[in-house]
């Protein structure tokens, strides 16, 4: 684990000249630069549901790097990367090598073996590879998290920008031999935070301002808190072909009935220790759609409350705890009910837990006039980014955006329950209305 921040490129400022990346390996006794053209393809992947990003890279053998072994694990991926104005430059520690195959049959040929590594961000050995034991009393939830990744993970060493929701709800914790990422998932079903008034906080690294470590709600990347929204809008090809966010290809995972024993409501139980009595908290589905940020005005399913759909024995001993996890489960299944997938030409300033706004056009027409899909239009929250960087394509990069969608913009149907709380453009203006 680094113990500070290294510059592998010894500039401070990279310029990437006409190269739109370049790939650093590290070892303990150099530094080798890649060829882009022997690189068949490199990608990493940030995502708002994973702790830490994670990628793959294939690649010819050129430099013999079988010579300059053995390999411990200690090495070093470094990315930089830029098509815009920013520049990022993000280092990854190799966790496997994987398949090596040779071109030929002899050992002389092995210059062009080629070789396929996978690789993660630093902080996926601190939050998996070691268990701790330990207490905090009367804490914040958001107080413990961030100790545990502060002091147990190694963030704070890294000098990293942290984006944290601080919680309202405080706790007597014991952490009873665990790894961190346990620690870290038991926590974060219980946080209220205090900006949202909501739980359901989530823990991930993106690229927002190099590499950005969060530790917020749901809900407050659906209200946008942070003020992430990209300004210019998404747009299809055949609208505008010269626009920046150009969406060059788009395919959608629709709704999905099988999830929604959860979604349509439950029971979650509890013992009070000190009464010697058992809890009983209800969630429907009504309950966590009023409290949810909802991307539009009708949320994706109708009035469907069901206690009967789940009964979930939790063992905590407060009304409140209860109604933490009950919502913190509930959203983070709904939010995943309708997923939109965009393929665009790969820019540095896109990250996950982005919210970007999509023109969607309707298959219908009145003259030269364009009208708008009244379900899709609006704005998505990025859930997950993959940048994909390919030499040997005609798009050198590329990035698969994996967007979500909690409720259609304006449809028509009034069997679809009307949202409480919304984040939307009002017609024919710019102005963002959240109504609570």
């Known amino acids: 684990m680094e113990s500070k921040q290294i ?5 401070g400022n990279v310029t990437l000249k006409k190269e739109i990346f370049t790939v650093m390996f590290v070892t303990e006794n150099q530094n080798l630069v890649f060829n ?26 050129r430099y013999n790097m079988l010579e300059y072994g053995p390999y411990t694990g200690n090495e070093k991926i470094v990315l930089i990367y830029s098509i815009g104005r920013k520049t990022r430059e993000l280092v990854f520690d190799i966790w496997k090598m994987d398949k090596i195959t040779s071109s030929g049959s002899g050992l002389n040929e092995a210059v062009e073996n080629m070789i396929t590594l996978h690789f993660v961000d630093p902080f996926f050995a601190g939050l998996n590879l070691r268990k701790y034991s330990r207490s905090w009393s009367n804490t914040r939830f958001s107080d413990i ?14 000098n990293r920008k942290f984006n944290i929701e601080q919680s309202k709800n405080k706790t007597d914790f014991v952490m009873p ?11 974060a079903r ?22 950005q470590h969060n530790l917020v709600s749901f809900n407050y990347l659906l209200e946008d808190i942070g003020r992430t929204l990209d300004k210019v809008k998404y747009k299809f090809q055949e609208l505008e072909v010269s626009a920046e966010n150009k969406i060059l290809e788009w395919w959608m995972n629709g709704i999905d009935r099988t999830s929604n024993n959860v979604i349509r409501g439950g029971v979650w139980k509890g013992y009070d220790i000190a009464t010697k009595k058992l809890l009983n908290y209800d969630h429907v589905y009504s309950k966590g759609a009023d409290k949810t940020i909802m991307l539009g ?9 069901d206690t009967f759909s789940s ?31 965009l393929i665009v030409e790969g820019h540095e300033k896109r990250y996950a837990g982005q919210q970007i706004d999509i023109e969607w056009p309707s298959m219908f027409r009145t003259g030269d006039k ?11 929250l990025i859930k997950t980014v993959t940048h994909s960087f390919s030499p040997n394509s005609i798009m050198v990069y590329r990035q698969r955006l994996v967007c979500i969608k909690n409720a259609y913009h304006n449809a028509k149907s009034r069997i679809l329950y009307k949202a409480k709380n919304t984040n939307i453009y009002q017609e024919g203006n710019v102005q963002q209305i959240i109504r609570r």
């Open 145 to 158: 998290m961030k100790d545990i990744l502060n002091n147990m993970a190694f963030y704070k060493e890294a």
């Open 7 to 11: 510059d592998y490129t010894k500039t």
């Open 190 to 211: 219980r946080a209220i935070g205090n900006q949202s008034g909501t739980s359901g906080y989530l823990c991930f690294n993106n690229t927002r301002e190099g590499l």
């Open 311 to 341: 009964n979930v024995l939790i063992g905590d001993n407060s009304n409140e705890l209860l109604e933490s996890i009950a919502y913190n489960d509930w959203t983070k299944r709904y939010n995943l009910q309708l997923i939109v997938n």
């Open 297 to 305: 005005r009708r949320t994706l399913y109708p009035q469907m409350d």
């Open 36 to 61: 882009n053209a022997d690189i068949q393809e490199i990608f990493f992947i940030e995502d708002i549901f994973k702790f830490c990003m994670s990628g793959t890279i294939t690649f010819v053998d």
């Open 177 to 187: 031999y665990w790894m961190p990422q346990t620690a870290m998932r038991w926590l």
């Open 370 to 380: 364009v009208l708008y899909n009244d379900l899709f239009r609006g704005k998505y």
